[in-house]
């Protein structure tokens, strides 16, 4: 009994000192008045983790897939084919028809935009946009494609024209249907309006002062201005 009260007194004397001695560190203690903001450590906000999307995901994995293929394909050899298999219609696969078929479809799109499957001649000529793309893209000559030439200003076609000129387009092919009855409506009501008997007056005193300009000896020599008068007489009836 003498030894277990013994070890609780030392005990207690020990957690008094402890105290006092932090009492006396708390007593002494001041804050600074300014601190670094290198000491400081600030708060951390936790950041949301992004959900996967499954469609990034396959994407990702199509291209790493497309980049191997495209690699291995890279390191084949190429085998040389024999003689039996290199026929006309590889050639004209792998020669012709790559430039030939793009054309081909330029030249359709064009078709449709100037309504040539709708009317049986027009302006557009597929013989010569064909005979244009292919000039321009032609792959022994880059240098054309910066200057997209008009098939009518390459020099070629106009020493051909020169020697072989084309006849010219009639107004059929040139206008649109809006412009041409425009123009129609337009002829109709200057003929109906040119026949009425005060405008035809007025235009024959017109042709005779341009004609009495034009001849300054009529008012001189009678049998000009006889002449004239008989003429315009016969023009008039």
Known sequence: MTARTTDRKGKSKETKSLVNELENDLATFTLPDSLP???????????????????????????????????????????????????ECKYLNDEVFVHLVPALEETLRKARVWAAFKTQKCFFNGIDHIAQILWTNNPRHPERKEFDIHIFNMPWVKKLLKLYPRPYYPKSWLWTEDYAATVIQKS????????????????????KLEFERSVPEIKVNPLLSKKFASSHHSQKH
């Open 37 to 87: 903001c290198s000491e400081l450590d600030f708060p951390l906000l936790p950041k949301r983790r992004q959900r996967a999307n499954w469609n990034n995901i396959v994407e990702e994995s199509n291209r790493k897939f497309q980049k191997i293929e495209e690699y291995e394909e890279s390191k084949k050899e190429q085998k040389p084919m024999s003689p039996f298999l290199n026929t």
């Open 188 to 207: 109709v009501r200057q003929y109906f309006v040119q026949r009425e008997d005060e405008v035809q007056e007025m235009r024959n005193f017109w042709k």
